[in-house]
């Protein structure tokens, strides 16, 4: 399970979207993630998934990458469906038993969740996928650089993000040298009850939160003895400039968005 999180990790490959400037898929993932909570209808869903589906073979991401990152999110999965399914009331009902009633409009609620959820994480995943963290943290800067006018720190705030996603992939490998070590030691994780089971997660949790401890205190040390002292005043080795492939990607997104704004107004009326 730990080897399947690929939540944060760049995926290095030559495609159009991953030479896409880091504001325009910053922008485009937000539009994405919009049109999923338009409404809930089935052609609108299906008009988002052809665009993520079209993204994706852009991007020439395997897709069995992609899928390998959904692994950790199937318990919330199953869990967010299953309530939908049993408790969510509708007219017309297939099956009740005591508390759980199965209905035709729970059956499309769970539904559209599940899609709703795995459009949202892949889509979301994309974008640290094609993006290196210094292009993400750049993109964040320079596109939420309005912010400064309110007096937001945008440059700490965009550092604070990619730190964020970097540690990421480096403690879900420092987790799994853990639990291989405690392996090594005849330690055991999944026999017993609930109890057990957080009782052995003990001697993985502790080393781990040291560990993270000790890194970001390196990592700390590391920016103050090379004076960093913040956005202010400092240069781009590779300085964000739009290229025409970005101002086409952008009429893309507004053309997308615009068309799920348009099938909603159609299914609606």
Known sequence: M???????????????????????????TVIFIISLFIKKNIVLYMGATIFLITVIILSKVPLRYILKGLKPIVFLLIFTCVMNLFFSRGETVLFSYKIFVISKEGIYSASFLAIRLIELVIGSALLTYTTTPTKLTDGIEKGLGFL?????????????????????????????????????????FNEGNFINRAKAMVPILIPLFVAAIRRANDLALAMESRCYQ????????????????????????????AAMIGLRMIVSA
């Open 148 to 188: 400064r006018v309110f007096k937001i720190p945008v440059h700490e705030f965009a550092m604070m993000m990619s730190i964020a996603l970097r540690f990421i992939p480096i403690l879900m490998e420092e987790l799994d040298k853990i639990m291989k070590a405690q392996e090594a030691r005849c330690a055991t």
């Open 2 to 28: 730990i080897r399947d999180i690929t939540i944060g990790q760049y995926y290095p490959v030559d495609s159009v979207i991953h030479r896409l400037d880091p504001r325009v898929k910053l922008f485009t």
């Open 230 to 257: 913040g956005g202010e005043g400092r240069t781009k080795l590779h300085p964000l400039k739009y290229k025409a492939r970005d101002r086409i990607a952008y009429f893309i997104t507004f053309a997308y968005l």
